[in-house]
T-cell receptor, first 116, second 113 residues
């Protein structure tokens, strides 16, 4: 079974600065997808970014980018120019390429605080 | 942007009672899911549902659980005889066929007393 680990329960960053959230995972599969979801106080999880394991290029979405290290099974999220609205719980998630679309395995989450 | 709606936001029930959690997925979505998060633990997959049948379920989703899409707009999770350990936040999600992006609801906090 796959596992996802987020070793940082909490992180903080100053507004306009850059922060990196860590995620590692364990799998014996070669084809899979990795995700970062944001959960604001409204509790609705929102997809931030997605990475396909077969792609070497790191995914980028505006101020959000990932550092995907397949051999190390590491998938960190970098948030540049942090904004107050980035404050939330962030979940790293894994999906097997063979699983149904919505079967995600989540990490424990990292609470991000943004200081003005 | 369209949203997944879950009601109620908080439900309290007595142990042994049946409970139904309700969700209204986004109207053109075809895949539906339930997840739960016990306090202090990870978000866990329960079940996926497509074309009026379960496509995949986890070990957690035993005979006490069932899902239904009764009227083409609602998607429900029923727990037949609730246990204390069923207390958790339950999230509904939906997705368009072939798309990776899941849209989550705000969750229903179930408290079993």
């Amino acid at each position: 079974a796959q596992t996802v680990t987020q070793s940082q329960p909490e992180m903080s960053v100053q507004e306009a600065e850059t922060v990196t959230l860590s995620c590692t995972y364990d799998t014996s599969e070669s084809d899979y997808y990795l995700f970062w979801y944001k959960q604001p106080p409204s509790r609705q999880m929102i997809l931030v970014i997605r990475q396909e394991a077969y792609k070497q290029q790191n995914a980028t979405e505006n101020r959000f980018s990932v550092n995907f290290q397949k051999a190390a099974k590491s998938f960190s999220l970098k948030i540049s120019d942090s904004q107050l609205g980035d404050a939330a719980m962030y979940f790293c998630a894994y999906r097997s390429a063979g699983a149904s679309y919505g079967k995600l395995t989540f990490g424990q989450g990292t609470i991000l605080t943004v200081h003005p | 942007e369209p949203e997944v709606t879950q009601t109620p936001s908080h439900q309290v029930t007595q142990m042994g009672q049946e409970v139904i959690l309700r969700c209204v997925p986004i109207s053109n979505h075809l895949y539906f899911y339930w997840y739960r998060q016990i306090l202090g633990q990870k978000v866990e997959f329960l079940v996926s549902f497509y074309n009026n049948e379960i496509s995949e379920k986890s070990e957690i989703f035993d005979d006490q659980f069932s899902v239904e899409r009764p009227d083409g707009s609602n998607f429900t999770l029923k727990i037949r005889s609730t246990k204390l350990e069923d207390s958790a936040m339950y999230f509904c999600a939906s997705s368009i066929q072939g798309m990776e992006k899941l849209f989550f609801g705000s969750g229903t906090q179930l408290s079993v007393l």
